[in-house]
């Protein structure tokens, strides 16, 4: 296949006013960016997102743990901005909720992250907008969604985890509740909030209305927990903790190997009979105690020994190797230091430098392109993330046509960073 | 905001042949199906996707580990089907490939989940397909990807959590690489899916032509950990598995109540404050041990242990409410009796009885919906999850405008299931 970069991106002319900040919805503003809509990023004067301040940042002098210039940007906050323009605003200002009006109707979509009311507080909700623009599309991404008992609480990601059972479904059966090791809320919520804008967009071209757009991370972690009838499980009292075992089939484990831990996971019938026949024991294809999946599962301590018994004295590599030329489906575990070196990610290039906005691509750290491929579409080559206003003067210049002298009251007024 | 189903729903009116069996793919299919997207399920006659084996069961006896009639359907089929017509049809016949390139102009996308190489044995590859509709929308979704040296080994979700540096990233940091307790790669991947095919269809309506879209589980889960630059937390030796703490705040981390655990996230300077009078020690808003976040990540076992002495003799319930009260952001880890009665579950009302396609509603068992929520659409109301081949005959006598005696001919050569 060959790439067709004049074809365009799916959100080229799109418009979006930015107001998010920490995790999800920046992580959301960076994914409609990578799809070539304008994203807008509204911050605070003088301060800015708050993951601006979040290490360990990006410097002159490379990645670093501590700020030591105002030019230091955390590194999180380079990935999650790329492609997008900044300007500052003081939304409590009235100056600054009319430069927010004013560029409303030149915006297609809002994206916020604020919890419930502080929208209507800062005269900017939903309800208010649609009066003004009916075709707006606004989203709002919050930790437990507009309705609720627990609404108004503080979402982070690990109490999210933590209340939706993810927490609990991680870690080892006689061990405590144990977070998933990725921001799961953080960034499966602006995945759903990028689906909901994609489909109000489709909506608006045939409807011509806007729509509000909603999306917790609460309802997004349930969403993707409760892939069975967890009813069920508490019903027969079947845990949910099983530390790597699969609850529904054996052997399906991580296993040691002698330098570090393979996973193996032998969810057919057939695959079992080839495990028997790859460690050396082909009768146990016919033990009446391994002899189907229901069986094994009743001796699965016993079926894990057997394969640990054959891992153990086995590096990663040989055992992966062995297993895939069976068909056995096996991987190794890779630590950090194995990532950064998989041949396999080398050979997706999904890894590009990471960029910062004044000292350019920053030595020894990568950032992540968006991951969906297209056969005829180049994958997205953003601008570095910006600085803290940046593009203040330039947006209201053009958007607005306002004056210098214009700009320079608001810059005296505090609704706006100076350049 | 009141509710317009009159409106109808985005992708009315989109044809799916939805290739795809196991858990990414049809979890896809599922969420176009939500869409309002006409989704046909292809499944091999006489067996049908490998996970309507796969336990537990939904039953007309309510949900069962044992499958013992043939209407007996796996759960999670029943979740993921919600919506979608199925057919049966065998590709490895010229009669079933016919009948499925015969449906393909009636349709907008096709999505599978083969490994790579298997769509061009079977003759219905990217390459070829678009030759015969261009305005095709192909969406493939595997576990490493059509590139690079893994291409084609066997991906299960807990393999790619492995191999991505999820496992290493979760558990605790004297324990081994653990997976994360949901099925973050079968589950991610169909999201990435969705945008893909969104944005796919964006392109076609502006130039008329279709697109290849390519996820894989494996890009996706880099994408998700690779937050901040990994490579600065490999230069460092820093620690990916950390237990619940987060590597750059302190107090965050979950504390052992009297009756199960908390989850306290401190990531702000006055949180701390907060923190240290309810746990009544101000003094130690003064400390310089504690005194800024970098002192506290210095000492942060003593930081957990003074957050602990407090928490460990306090039910869940009381400092759930005293941190609220204080806007300390905290939370209960349910364990899954406790997610099962979450009043903020109930009032979201996320969760639909499972409906099985002969025995209606399941008792004890219950689905989640997709997860976003419009102002303006109601949540889809899909009809059950078919059953294995409901709606072959219907499909290709109105589709393709077969005869009865044409279809008990496709019967008799096996290429379809008879009624």
């Given amino acids: 296949m060959s790439l067709h970069p004049a074809r365009g991106r799916p959100l080229d002319g799109i418009v979006i006013l930015d107001l998010s900040q920490a995790a999800a919805g920046p992580i959301c503003g960076s994914y409609l960016a990578a799809m070539g809509a304008e994203v807008i990023k509204i911050e605070r004067p003088g301060y800015g997102d708050m993951a601006r301040r979040t290490p360990p940042y990006a410097t002159a002098h490379g990645i670093r743990a501590q700020r030591t210039v105002p030019e230091d940007i955390s590194s999180v906050v380079l990935k999650r901005n790329r492609g997008k323009k900044s300007i500052t605003l003081d939304l409590q200002k009235p100056e600054g909720l009319k430069i927010f009006l004013d560029l409303l109707p030149q915006a297609d979509v809002v994206l916020e992250n604020f919890r419930p009311g502080v929208s209507t507080k800062l005269g900017i909700d939903y309800e208010r907008l649609i009066e003004l623009k009916p075709d707006l599309i606004y989203c709002s991404i919050t930790g437990f969604g507009m309705s609720g008992?627990?609404?108004?609480?503080?979402?982070?990601?690990t109490i999210i985890q933590g209340m939706t059972g993810v927490m609990a479904a991680t870690g080892q059966p006689d061990g405590p509740p144990t977070k998933a090791g990725l921001l799961v809320g953080d960034t499966v919520a602006p995945l759903y909030a990028m689906i909901g804008i994609m489909a109000a967009l489709r909506m608006r071209e045939r409807t011509g209305l806007g729509e509000f757009v909603e999306v917790s991370m609460f309802d997004c972690l349930v969403s993707m927990l409760w892939d069975e009838p967890l009813e069920y499980f508490a019903a027969n009292d079947i845990r949910m903790r099983s530390g790597n075992r699969f609850l529904r089939m054996a052997p399906w484990n991580s296993y040691p190997a002698s330098d570090g831990h393979v996973v193996i996971c032998a969810g057919q019938q057939d695959h079992w009979i080839r495990v028997c026949k790859l460690i050396g024991r082909p009768e146990l294809v016919e033990d009446?105690?391994?002899?189907?999946?229901e069986a094994r599962l009743d001796h699965v301590a016993e079926v894990d020994a057997l394969v640990e018994a054959w891992?153990?004295?086995?590096t990663r590599a040989e055992i992966v190797e062995r297993c895939q030329a069976d068909s056995i489906p096996c991987g190794p575990i890779s630590e950090l230091p194995d990532l950064i070196a998989d041949p396999h990610l080398q050979a997706r290039g999904l890894l590009k430098p990471l960029m910062h906005p004044l000292h350019g691509a920053i030595p020894g750290a990568h950032a992540v392109d968006f991951p969906v491929r297209y056969g005829n579409m180049p994958p997205p080559d953003p601008a570095p993330a910006p600085m803290l206003g940046q593009h203040t003067v330039a947006i209201l210049q053009e958007r607005l046509k306002l004056s210098r002298e214009q700009i320079d009251k608001l810059v005296a007024l505090g609704v706006i960073d100076g350049e």
Same sequence: chains 1, 2.
Avoid: G, L, N, V
């Avoid at 008992?149 to 990601?157: E, H, L, R």
């Avoid at 891992?311 to 086995?314: I, K, M, S, V």
């Fill in 149 to 157: 008992p627990y609404k108004t609480w503080s979402a982070f990601d």
């Fill in 288 to 293: 009446p105690r391994y002899a189907s999946m």
């Fill in 311 to 314: 891992t153990a004295t086995r």
